[in-house]
C-alpha cells in the first residue's frame, strides 16, 4: 500500500509540474500573437535585428516558475526577472527537437538545484521565430516526496511493533 501510495503521489505531483509549464509556455505563446498584431514586419526579421517585441518573459514568471524567450540557435531574447543573471541552457538534445517543431520536457541541473524544463517553437504568423523555455524547481516536490516516504516508513515499523506487540500476548 505504501509504495503504491508513494508511485501515484509522486506520479500526480510531477504531472502537475508539467502541466504548470506547459499552460505558462501556452500564455507567452498567446501573448507574443497578441504583440505582433501590432507589428507589420516578418516576426523573424524584427528578432534578429532586435527590435522583436514581446511581453517581457517576467510578466509569465511566478516564484519558483522561470520564463525565457530565446532565438532559434539558443541565444536568449528575454527572461523572467527571478533567474537574476542566469539563463536556461538549451541542450544539444533539445534544441533540434524544438527546431523541428517538437515540444519536449527535460530535467536539468542550475547550481544544485534540480529543474524541470518545458521547451517550445515559438511560433508567429506560422513562421518559427524562437523558443519558449519555461523551468520550475522540482526542490519542493522532493522535498515532500522525502516527508511522504518518512512517514510511510514511521508507519510500517509503528505497524509491525503494534503487531509484534499484540501477537505477543
Not at 516558475?65 to 544539444?92: F, K
Request: overall charge neutral.
Amino acid at each position: 500500500f505504501s509504495g503504491a501510495l508513494y508511485s501515484i503521489l509522486a506520479f500526480s505531483l510531477l504531472n502537475e509540474v508539467d502541466r504548470t509549464l506547459e499552460r505558462r509556455a501556452a500564455e507567452v505563446q498567446n501573448a507574443a500573437n497578441a504583440a505582433l498584431g501590432i507589428q507589420t514586419e516578418s516576426p523573424l526579421a524584427l528578432l534578429t535585428r532586435g527590435r522583436f517585441f514581446i511581453p517581457s518573459a517576467n510578466a509569465f514568471a511566478t516564484p519558483g516558475v522561470y520564463v525565457q524567450v530565446s532565438t532559434l540557435d539558443g541565444n536568449p531574447v528575454s527572461r523572467s526577472e527571478n533567474l537574476g543573471d542566469q539563463t536556461l541552457a538549451v541542450s544539444s538534445v533539445t534544441l533540434p527537437r524544438v527546431t523541428s517543431g517538437d515540444a519536449t520536457f527535460a530535467n536539468m541541473t542550475a547550481g544544485n538545484v534540480t529543474l524541470r524544463m518545458y521547451a517550445s517553437p515559438l511560433v508567429l504568423r506560422n513562421q518559427m521565430v524562437g523558443i519558449i523555455l519555461v523551468a520550475q524547481s522540482l526542490q519542493g516536490t522532493y522535498d515532500t516526496l522525502a516527508r511522504l516516504a518518512t512517514l510511510l516508513a514511521g508507519g510500517i515499523i509503528l505497524g509491525l511493533l503494534l503487531a509484534f506487540i499484540g501477537g505477543a500476548f
